[in-house]
């Protein structure tokens, strides 16, 4: 079956890093995303990877090898409003929709302590 | 990026009724939306993908006559959760354009059924 695998829960204090990995097995494989959601509210995207290797967006940055059915996102210079579920999402399909289907991991809740 | 606007954010409703959710692109015209529920500390899970004009399709094990949805614009589309129930009770969350890699998302709806 298809399925994303990622971390439930990772603390960290403040300014440390956070790295959260993101293993996938889907049928196809167009790209995976990240995303951050807050308590209560909506996803916001942080980072979209299609090929192989790092892409820096401020203090985060999205890691992805396709070989190994793998990625992460990396958190840096934490902050307290980074505490937030982080949901990795692969697209599986390429449909006529440009944004097909996507699948999506069960979120890591990354808690950020003083 | 693209705005998805999404009403209302919280809603609590006696059992037995029906409660409409309204999901909104503002600033450009989708022809597909989608729809999902998301459980506490769950990952979001596809209900529907609405189609504009058409009938939504909806995702296995989700029943089509509970869950009504209606595309009638290319702007507008409407989740009515009929004869709720506490176990209707979640977060539901609609999602509308975007790009490769960047999914757009409502702000999301709380459901408290009592």
């Known amino acids: 079956g298809q399925s994303l695998e990622q971390p439930s829960e990772v603390t960290a204090v403040e300014g440390a890093i956070v790295q959260i990995n993101c293993t996938y097995q889907?049928?196809?494989?167009?790209?995976l995303s990240w995303y951050q959601q807050h308590d209560g509210g909506a996803p916001t995207f942080l980072s979209y990877?299609?090929?192989?290797g790092l892409e820096e967006t401020g203090r985060f940055s999205s890691f992805l090898s396709r070989s190994d059915s793998y990625g992460y996102l990396l958190l840096q210079e934490l902050q307290m409003k980074d505490s937030a579920s982080y949901f990795c999402?692969?697209?599986?399909?390429?449909?006529?929709?440009?944004?097909?289907?996507?699948?999506f991991g069960a979120g890591t809740q990354v808690v950020v302590t003083p | 990026g693209a705005v998805v606007s999404q009403h209302p954010s919280w809603v609590i409703c006696k059992s037995g009724t029906s409660v409409k959710i309204e999901c909104r692109s503002l600033?450009?015209?989708?022809?597909?939306m989608f729809w999902y529920r998301q459980f506490p500390k769950q990952s979001l899970m596809l209900m529907a993908t609405?189609?504009?004009?058409?009938?939504?399709?909806?995702e296995q094990g989700v029943e089509k006559d509970k869950f009504l949805i209606n595309h009638a614009s290319l702007t507008l589309s409407t989740l009515t959760v009929t004869s709720a129930h506490p176990e209707d009770s979640s977060f539901y969350i609609c999602?509308?354009?975007?790009?490769?890699?960047?999914?757009?998302f409502g702000e999301g709806s709380r459901l408290t059924v009592l």
């Open positions: 889907t049928s196809g494989f167009y790209g």
């Open positions: 609405s189609n504009e004009g058409s009938k939504a399709t909806y």
């Open positions: 600033d450009f015209q989708a022809t597909t």
């Open positions: 999402a692969v697209r599986d399909r390429k449909t006529t929709d440009s944004w097909g289907k996507f699948q």
């Open positions: 990877n299609a090929l192989d």
């Open positions: 999602r509308a354009g975007g790009g490769t890699g960047e999914l757009f």
